[in-house]
T-cell receptor
């Protein structure tokens, strides 16, 4: 099945360590995203990429960097981890779809397909 | 940037009753509004979405309504079932940005 996978699923590390979280997808989507989820704060966008040569900062990019090595792979790095980066990290992909319906109206959807998440703890 | 407010943060309903979750957005250029459901320990998954040229959309027991003038949209779940218990996130997307801004989530508990 086409899917979005993340490694590792759980990671405990210490302050100051460099950490890389990896995301792979077999959906063939060009667009990939990294989010972090904190209790009560929802999902916040860290970085996103619309193709291999495209990297864009999201709402909370400070302290993070990314690499889009191929269409199917998007990695998130924490250069020097700190405790307030303890969170659940999700990768996602999307493939916007516009349909022309009967009557000439258009239907738009941009479903984001999330990976299973990586739970990161920084001590 | 866009700001999405979601209410309530928690909601408990009896099985069979209806549940309504409301979101407001700040950017009048936003034109796409999806809702995601996240079950405990699972990944978020899209359950329904609406575009700004439509006022209401239904899919079986769930529906979304949009009021562009007031810049708010709502998720309605009828005949709730225990398996509807989850955290629900609303989101908005500014036209052409392809970036979603999420609300903070509503934890829905359906009591059997």
């Amino acid at each position: 099945d086409a899917d979005v996978t993340q490694t590792p699923r759980n990671r405990i590390t210490k302050t100051g360590k460099r950490i890389m979280l990896e995301c792979s997808q077999t959906k063939g989507h060009d667009r990939m995203y990294w989010y972090r989820q904190d209790p009560g704060l929802g999902l916040r966008l860290i970085y996103y990429s619309f193709d291999v040569k495209d990297i864009n900062k999201g709402e909370i990019s400070d302290g993070y960097s990314v690499s889009r090595q191929a269409q199917a792979k998007f990695s998130l790095s924490l250069e020097s981890a700190i405790p307030n980066q303890t969170a659940l990290y999700f990768c996602a992909t999307s493939d916007p779809l516009v349909k022309v319906l009967a009557g000439g109206t258009t239907s738009f959807t941009d479903t984001q397909y999330f990976g299973p998440g990586t739970r990161l703890t920084v001590l | 940037g866009e700001n999405v407010e979601q209410h309530p943060s928690t909601l408990s309903v009896q099985e069979g009753d209806s549940a309504v979750i409301k979101c407001t957005y700040s950017d009048s250029a936003s034109n796409y509004f999806p809702w995601y459901k996240q079950e405990l320990g699972k990944r978020p998954q899209l359950i329904i979405d609406i575009r700004s040229n439509v006022g209401e959309k239904k899919d079986q027991r769930i529906a979304v309504t949009l009021n562009k003038t007031a810049k708010h949209f709502s998720l309605h779940i009828t005949e709730t079932q225990p398996e509807d218990s989850a955290v629900y996130f609303c989101a908005s997307m500014r036209a052409g940005s392809y970036q979603l801004t999420f609300g903070k989530g509503t934890k829905l508990s359906v009591i059997p």
